[in-house]
Structures are given as C-alpha cells and as structure tokens.
C-alpha cells in the first residue's frame, strides 16, 4: 500500500511540473523553407496558435514532421511565447533518370508507374530512405523472375540549389535456368505427374523450349506450382499435407539453378459430421445441405467444400444479405482420420441498391449499359443478377473490359453503391480501297458499319463491293431495344449481282434487288425467338455449260423469279464474352419458307450450337455443330444456288472454298446439296509468348463434315475429317485468322488447302 501511494504522488508531481512548465503559443514562425509552402507545414503539425507547448507538444511536432518526409533535419524550440521550427528540407528531384538494357521483365511504362506510385517524379521530395526502399522493390521484382543477376547503378547528385538529379542504370543479366528440379517425399503421387504441375522445370526439348521457356526460373511460377500441388492433395483427401522445405541453390555464376521441394502427404481423410449452426432465415437444413456436393464418409475435397459454401452463401446474397458470413469450422479428428464440418452462417442485415454508376464509358450511352443490368436502384441486393449483368454487358461486343465495385455507405448501413467500369473496344470499321479475297479475287470496297451506331447499341451497315464476281449494294439497321420489353427490330435493302463463273461455281449469273424486315422477341433472359420477312425478285441467267445435261438444265429453263420468304428463329445465348468467349453456350435454330404466292418454293432448318468450357491452366475446350436441310416443295426443285456447299475456314478446314460434295459431271466443281453437317472440336490455348495477348488467341482443332446432293441419301462415304492449328486476332479493322491445316480422311479428286487466311473470323 505504502508503494502505491508513493507512486501516485511521483505521477501527480510530474504533472504538477508539466502544467507549470507549459506555456502557451503566441506566434509560430518556420526557418528553412525553400520548395514546401508554410501552409503544407502548418496543415502537419498538431499544435496551433494559443495551444500551450511543453517538451512533450516539442516531441510530437518532430514525430509529425518527419512523418511527412520533407525533411532531413528539424530543430523545435520556444522563445517569448514563439514556437520556433527550424527545418532543413530534403533535396527535391531535378530529373530522375533510367537507362533500361532490356524490358524484358519490368516494360518502361510499368517502371514509369512504380517510380511515380513511389513518388520519384521531377519536383518531388527525395527522402534517401524511400529511394533505397525503391532500389530494393525493383531488385526483388527482377529475382522474384530469375534474374538473380540483376544490378542496378545508382546516381545521386545534389546541386548548389538543393536539387537532387539521379541516374539508374538497370542491366538484368541472364535469366537462371533450372539445372534440376526434384520433389521427395511423395507417395501417393508420381513426382513426374507433380513435377507436370509446374510451369517450370528442366528443359523441354530444344526446340520446344525455345517457345516455353519452361527451365527458366520464376518465383512466381515456383508459388504458383507450388499451389496447384497443395490442391491437388488437399483435393484428393490429404487435409494435412504440407510444404516441409524448398531448396534452392544458386550457382556462383548465378545463372543456373536447382530446386528440390520437400513434402510431407499426411494421412487420407473422409467427411464426418456436417452441421449447420447460426441464422438460417427459415431455410430447412436439408435443402441446404443438397447445395453441398458431397456427403459424409465421402473423401474430403477442399474445393468441393469452397464451392459448396459458396453456393450457400448465394442463397443468401440472392435475397439480399449481400454482406452474408458463411464460415466453416473444421475439427480433425486425427484417430478416425474424419473431418467434422461445422458450417456456420451469418446473414447480416439486407442491403438495398441506393445508386448505380457506369465509369469509363465515353462513347456507348449510360442507358446502353444500364437495360442490361438486372438490378435496379432501390431493389434488393443479388448476386446472380449482378454476375449475369456482367455476362450481359459483355456479351453486346462493345467492351473488352467489364468490372464492378461494390461501395459502401457510411451512415446508412443497409444501402450501398454499384459501380460498373467499362472499358470501349473497337466496334465500327470504316473502308475505302482495294482489297483481295481468296474465293472472289481483286475487289473495290466502300463500306460503314457500326455495331453501337452513336453510341445506342444500334447497328447500321451501309456497303458497296464490286469485284469480278460480285457488285453488292446494301443498307441494314438493326435496333435490339425497339421497346422498353427488349423486342427488337431490322429492317434493311440490297441490290447484288453475281457472277458464279468467277466464284467457281460454274457459269451462271444473278442479278437480284429486294428488302428484309425482322422482328423478335424475349422468352428469358438468355432466349429469344423471333420472325421475319424477306422479299426479292432475281434474273438468273445461265450460260450453255450450265444449261447442259451434266449441270442444271431443268432449272435453268424454268423463268422463276420472284421470292416471299418467311423465317421463324430462335435463340439461346448465355456466352461470358462477345468476340473471345470460354464459358456457356449459344444455339441457334432457323426455319424459313418461301410463300407460295412467289415463284420459287422450298423450306430450309438451319440449326447451329457452340459451346465453351474452362480447363486448366487458362485452356478452353470448345465444340461447334452445324447442321442444314433444304428441299423443294409443291413440285419444284430446291434452287442450286441457295444450296449448301463445304470446304475452307468457316466449314471443314484443310479442303479448298467450297469444294466438297458430288461433283458435276466431266468436272470438278461441287454441285452443293440439300444437307450439310459440320462439327469441330478445338482446344483453346493462350498466346503466353507475347505480353499483350488479351485480343489474341490460338486452337488446336478437329474438323469433320460433309455435303450431300439430296436430304435423303446421306452418305458417309462424303465425310471429310482434318486436324489443325488456328490463330484469330482482334485487329482495330476486325477479328483477322489465319490457319495450317491437314486433311486426316479424303478422297481422290478433292481439292485441299492447308493455308489460308480470313477478315471477319473467330473460333
């Protein structure tokens, strides 16, 4: 007790002489300014005029100023009730700098934002402290890639006016290369399957790794790997495996490398008991627990575990609770080898949208954006809408970039604020000039076309083309948001003339003029059916070859020329992206008829589906089917130059332009048919070996299709099958592909084409 009270009377005199010692501010006055304004150094510090200053207020203005790293040196002292500051100022930068030998790892605009974010610009503070802390960011950026080699020079002068002019000069060196890389202490996996995990590695094959660069050492590949392997095991029941030790040891010359990566697997572990725990807003356990994909005694699987507590967690952000806490408590119990799930969940308060905001928009119209976004201000808060929002926005093709934010607000806790950035890609193409085309030859151009005509999501099209073979002048609008229900409408004109002997399709020509008009409406969000009316009158002339009775004599005396055609359409599209899509599906089927009042008669159903799914590894596995059947009806013949034809980039690929099918007769063109079939499957791959390869992409595909003359006598013995590899690019002038491939199964007589390119393709 008699220590206590001594203690407190120690305290109560320190602050006695505290009190006593302090005197309050009448004036301050700052020495040494020469580039900071006395206002910046006012706004720092904690004391004001009529505060009163002591050793502790001296303490804290010297703690504050050098926080702000302005200055180097700070003096603080009082005279007469003046609170003096006497500051030395760090150097400002005169000029910094950078002479780069390579960009290889860190590009110039990259490094001009890392000295920016870091405040190494001209007329900036230098603080030697922040520099050094630069010189280590950049060193550690380079080693964190395999250059282990890397020096940087630095300097660092100061003139008369305390102005600071630096250089650096960065040479990176060679990258390391892996000499070996092991891993032990695997038994339930083949090291060479784990070691498959990895990017990185001993060399592949010269040649190959010449484009891989697969022994190049990277930190960040090294942890990436290293993350794949953990899943894999944790995946496949191991909940205890581990990382015991990476081993790295670099040779003196800094240039090669070996890795050795100690594991230890653990015991398998099968699911226990799962329980739920928490608010469960009246939702029965069972239902769920069906939103698991797994049930007890099944092997425990991490991911499947994640999933399954994100798909609990949706049901929640779907009815609002857009802040919803669904944590799961693991118990290992280590001498049954279960793990016991106790899933527990707090939904929080419902959350309502108070504003929406579109950023980064500078063409395309707010409302564009806006009708495709499911939500609205003032409803509740869904996750599925907002992430099929996205998916919708992206899918009109006018952005390469879509993101959103999610903002709270301070003073009201249950509304929030949306934030949808956009990022505009090309989207219309003006052309005059000449160009060339592999199936129609040398050709004059004039055309527009715009798929957000001003910016409102409409699309216009006006062309005119005219080459050997065609002369083509056309007019078409299509607008998608006709009404304010998503009923959309088109309507356009076209004047074209061909000339099919130029086109090799035998000697016949085709002088036609008519209109179109569409009309469709929504069923779902992602389906669409609609209707529309083509009207056209067409000369056909055919030339004595043609006429004869190898080719078309019955059709080329007939005086057929008018045509009232009616389409019925629909449509299912729920694609993650326009132009480079890797996850869902788009299926289209169409079903015309010419009407009976005209002068040519016949049905056609087109049916077509392409579908995309992620793998690992950034890969993409996509399928794409199309199927046609065409006849004549009320006696008349399917017309031969509506038919179906095969062969080149958008069918089977590796057989020349439209050249599959039955031949005419002492010739080898192909007569096209009444039904055509094509499938295609391709692996997707990204372009690794090029920075900037978000507009690029490359496939390794299988093609196989077929023409056959009539609808009933489908022949397999017309099925064309060939392999390849294609390259699409979205160019500012529109997609542009290019493709090598080889025929597996044809015939004598069909003409191949391993070579080719397109404007206007995508796989």
Request: hydrophobic content about 35%; charged content about 25%; overall charge positive.
């Amino acid at each position: 007790m008699r220590k206590i009270i001594t203690k407190l009377i120690l305290v109560a005199s320190i602050l006695v002489c505290s009190i006593a010692s302090a005197t309050s501010i009448k004036s301050i006055e700052i020495l040494g300014l020469n580039v900071i304004s006395r206002d910046s150094v006012l706004s720092y510090l904690p004391v004001e005029i009529g505060d009163d200053y002591n050793s502790q207020v001296s303490n804290q203005i010297i703690r504050s100023l050098y926080k702000t790293n302005f200055f180097k040196d700070i003096e603080v002292s009082q005279e007469a009730k003046i609170l003096k500051i006497k500051l030395t100022e760090n150097p400002h930068i005169k000029y910094i700098n950078v002479t780069n030998h390579s960009n290889k790892v860190i590009e110039e605009k990259p490094l001009n934002k890392i000295l920016k974010n870091m405040g190494f610009s001209q007329g900036k503070i230098f603080n030697k402290r922040q520099f050094d802390k630069l010189i280590t960011q950049l060193k550690d950026t380079y080693i964190s890639k395999g250059y282990y080699g890397i020096n940087i020079d630095k300097n660092i002068d100061i003139d008369t006016q305390n102005r600071v002019s630096i250089k650096l000069d960065i040479n990176e060196g060679k990258v390391a290369k892996i000499s070996s890389m092991k891993i032990i202490g695997n038994h339930v996996f083949n090291e060479i399957d784990l070691l498959n995990l990895f990017e990185i590695g001993q060399s592949d094959f010269f040649i190959i790794n010449f484009f891989t660069e697969k022994d190049h050492h990277s930190k960040i590949a090294l942890d990436v790997g290293i993350e794949s392997m953990k899943s894999l095991y944790t995946n496949a029941g191991y909940f205890n495996f581990k990382i015991d030790k990476i081993k790295t040891n670099l040779s003196e010359n800094k240039q090669n490398i070996d890795i050795t990566i100690q594991i230890s697997e653990g015991s398998k572990y099968k699911i226990g008991s799962i329980k739920f725990t928490g608010n469960l807003l009246s939702h029965p356990i069972e239902k769920l627990r069906k939103l698991l994909s797994f049930n007890k005694n099944d092997i425990f699987n991490h991911k499947k575990m994640m999933q399954g507590l994100q798909n609990i967690n949706n049901v929640f952000t779907n009815q609002g609770y857009a802040f919803s806490d669904v944590k799961v408590r693991i118990s290992e119990n280590t001498s049954t080898h279960t793990i016991d799930l106790n899933i527990d969940i707090t939904p929080n308060r419902k959350v309502y949208i108070n504003r929406i905001t579109i950023i980064g928009n500078t063409r395309t119209k707010d409302e564009v954006i806006r009708r495709e976004i499911g939500i609205y201000e003032g409803s509740l808060y869904s996750s599925t809408e907002l992430n099929e929002s996205i998916k919708k926005i992206k899918r009109l093709g006018f952005f390469s970039e879509v993101k959103i934010q999610v903002s709270k607000l301070k003073d009201i806790e249950d509304k929030i604020n949306l934030y949808f950035s956009v990022v505009e890609t090309q989207t219309g193409t003006f052309s005059i000039g000449f160009s060339h085309s592999n199936n129609t030859g040398a050709s004059l151009n004039l055309g527009v076309q715009e798929r957000n005509f001003l910016g409102t999501g409409n699309t216009l099209s006006l062309s005119l083309s005219n080459s050997k073979a065609t002369r083509d002048v056309s007019f078409y609008f299509s607008n998608p948001y006709f009404t304010q229900n998503k009923h959309s409408i088109s309507y356009g004109i076209f004047s074209k003339k061909l000339d099919a002997s130029e086109l090799e399709l035998d000697e016949y020509k085709i002088d036609e003029n008519g209109f179109s008009l569409g009309y469709s409406v929504p069923i779902t969000k992602a389906t669409r059916i609609g209707a529309n009316l083509r009207a056209s009158k067409r000369y056909i002339t055919c030339g004595l070859t043609f006429s004869d009775n190898d080719h078309e004599p019955t059709q080329c005396a007939k005086k057929d020329k008018t045509e009232l055609k009616l389409g019925l359409n629909w449509s299912n599209n729920t694609l993650n992206d326009f132009n480079f899509p890797t996850k869902g599906q788009q299926s289209n089927l169409n079903f015309s008829l010419t009407l009976p009042i005209a002068d040519f008669r016949y049905y056609k159903l087109d049916a077509s589906h392409k579908s995309y799914y992620p793998l690992k590894n950034d890969l993409t596995f996509s399928l794409r089917g199309n199927l046609g059947f065409a006849q004549g009806y009320d006696g008349k013949e399917f017309p031969f130059f509506k038919r179906y034809y095969g062969g080149g980039s958008s069918s089977v690929r590796g057989f020349d332009f439209n050249s599959l099918g039955v031949k005419y007769l002492n010739s080898n063109k192909a007569k096209g048919g009444e039904l055509s079939f094509l499938t295609s499957a391709s692996i997707i791959l990204p372009i690794k070996l090029i920075d900037n390869n978000k507009n690029m992409r490359i496939s390794v595909f299988v093609d196989l299709g077929s023409v056959s003359e009539k609808a009933s006598n489908f022949d397999l013995e017309e099925l064309r099958l060939s392999t390849g590899i294609a390259f699409s690019w979205l160019t500012p002038i529109g997609p542009l592909g290019f493709y090598a491939a080889r025929p597996l199964i044809k015939k004598l007589g069909d003409k191949t084409k391993t070579f080719d390119f397109t404007l206007g393709t995508s796989f």
